[in-house]
């Protein structure tokens, strides 16, 4: 399944307030304000993560009772491997019950080489569970240092877009290949 209920690294979804905003929550119950990778734009919140967990999958392909933890990678060594997951929760659904999320997906190199995609579909259709489910999006990116890449910060960005609400939600993370 690819929806699950956050509690990744200790953080949890809120259920949603009166004003239907939806607020990120620490293990305690305590709101966390949002932050560059972690963000909630009227209701529907996102968030980016650069986890160094190569059973990533296998920790999110869980039943929904079960809530998986990753690692966040903030280095990678020449040869290992990251993977870029973005997630998207509360996405807003049409009179039929579908969403209608794309993405803007960047990386920037330390060189400043930009590679750079518009609207891919992340998210599309009926999705299943409630206004408190996350889902993982479609784009995920596997990253492994080659010894030709440059060495220093790399910079993901990702622009989560719910088309039915009109509603972007940019997102930066990085991390350093050494």
Request: net charge negative; charged share 20%.
């Amino acid at each position: 399944m690819l929806q699950r209920l956050l509690a990744l690294l200790l953080l949890a979804i809120a259920t949603p307030a009166i004003s239907q905003t939806w607020f990120w929550k620490d293990s305690h119950g305590k709101a966390i304000p949002d932050t560059p990778s972690q963000k909630t734009v009227n209701g529907v919140g996102a968030w980016l993560l650069v986890t160094s967990d190569e059973d990533w999958e296998a920790k999110w392909d869980t039943p929904s009772e079960t809530i998986p933890a990753f690692a966040q990678a903030s280095t990678v060594t020449l040869g290992k491997h990251v993977f870029i997951l973005a997630f998207v929760a509360n996405p807003t659904r049409s009179n039929q019950g579908d969403v209608n999320v794309t993405c803007d997906f960047e990386i920037e190199r330390p060189n400043h080489v930009v590679t750079h995609q518009s609207d891919i579909e992340c998210l599309k259709g009926k999705p299943l569970g409630s206004e408190r489910t996350l889902y993982l999006t479609k784009q995920i990116v596997g990253f492994v240092g080659e010894k030709d890449d440059p060495l220093g910060k790399w910079i993901v960005r990702i622009t989560i877009k719910d088309l039915n609400r009109q509603v972007s939600i940019p997102l930066e993370t990085s991390f350093t290949l050494l």
